[in-house]
């Protein structure tokens, strides 16, 4: 498979190439997702944009495989004219930002698709929250791309100890005090973003998001909002969209998040102290509750870890198991119809 010219800036590879020979003999051809509205899916060929809709065999699979395209994902489709076309498979993902779907609580919500570097982005005023910290830094690790912290609104708050105490958190993580209004930290933020690499913005709704992006292109491409009359900001972006930064580094947007929920995996990457802690307990099935040798409850005992921390951790970890619970029941229930579709379309071909 040869790609168009300009797919390799959108970050097309020689494995996507050789998954696409199957689709490339069928007529099929490659894009990137750009973007996602009620209309459809916006795919970039390469030299153009296509507005597609998903065949409907993805929209059967969606409850069970999720097989619907996201923002970011590689797609075979097949053009139907210069403008229009449809989704007919999407090629394997390497790295999924997902969480539960929103209120409904019933099925996984990828958010962005093929992202390198989650870019958390958290708002040094009334936003900034170690607990949504944890959250989200579960998730990134979770999603196999590489996080970093992004805390905005420097000007308004130049408080360094909520830096040094994000920095704590996050141990390890890269973490980067900007200003949308100065400019401050923006050429840092910018050095951590290379050329062909995919970047995703997860925040809140108001922590600057539309204005940070309009920074790093250089222009006004997005519509922002003057704050509230409590300080914060509003919330602008309605859709994920896909944008090509000057230095060549592709930047997924996405609209704030009111509810992160968790969708599978651990937290032991983001809770990596408290791992550590556990590993020096006596007994390696410690409930670090009344066990002798408890390295946990020696640790909180002496301002080592914070047991609001710990409380954190464990409160993640009912959430996944109550998440893959729920999951293993619908996939039971969904295994279980499909099996009586099949026993009854077997009757009904031995009658005939």
Not at 29 to 54: N, Q
Request: proline share 3%; with cysteine.
């Amino acid at each position: 498979m040869t790609e168009g010219s300009g797919l390799a800036g959108l970050g097309w590879t020689a494995e996507l190439g050789e998954e696409m020979e199957t689709y490339a003999a069928a007529g099929l051809v490659p894009g990137r997702v750009v973007a996602e509205h009620r209309a459809g899916y916006v795919v970039r060929d390469g030299d153009a944009d296509l507005l597609c809709r998903a065949r409907g065999r993805l929209h059967d699979g969606a409850a069970v495989g999720g097989l619907l395209p996201a923002v970011g994902d590689w797609v075979a489709f097949q053009p139907l004219g210069p403008d229009r076309g449809i989704v007919d498979a999407v090629l394997t993902r390497r790295t999924a930002i997902s969480r539960q779907e929103a209120f409904k609580g019933s099925g996984e919500q990828v958010l962005a698709a093929n992202v390198d570097v989650v870019l958390l982005v958290m708002g040094l005023d009334n936003d900034y929250n170690v607990r949504r910290l944890e959250r989200y830094l579960t998730t990134a690790w979770d999603s196999g791309a590489s996080p970093a912290l992004v805390l905005t609104k420097l000007d308004l708050c130049r408080d360094l100890t909520v830096v040094i105490e994000a920095e704590s958190v996050a141990m390890g993580v890269p973490v980067v005090a900007v200003s949308n209004l100065t400019g401050e930290g923006l050429d840092t933020l910018a050095a951590m973003l290379p050329a062909a690499q995919t970047v995703v913005l997860l925040g809140s709704s108001g922590v600057g998001k539309s204005t940070l992006i309009n920074r790093l292109l250089g222009d006004d491409r997005l519509a922002t909002n003057s704050l509230r009359a409590d300080g914060r900001g509003r919330h602008t972006t309605r859709h994920r969209e896909l944008f090509e930064l000057p230095g060549g580094a592709l930047l997924i947007d996405t609209p704030g998040l009111r509810e992160l929920q968790l969708w599978q995996g651990d937290v032991d990457e983001a809770f990596a102290d408290v791992v550590e802690i556990a590993a020096e307990c006596r007994f390696s099935d410690c409930a670090h509750e009344t066990e002798p040798g408890c390295a946990v409850r020696s640790a909180i005992a002496t301002g080592r870890l914070d047991p609001d921390r710990l409380k954190a951790y464990y409160k993640l970890q009912r959430e996944l198991a109550s998440i893959a619970r729920r999951r293993d029941r619908r996939l039971w229930a969904e295994n279980k119809r499909r099996w009586r579709q099949r026993a009854r379309e077997s009757r009904q071909a031995r009658r005939y």
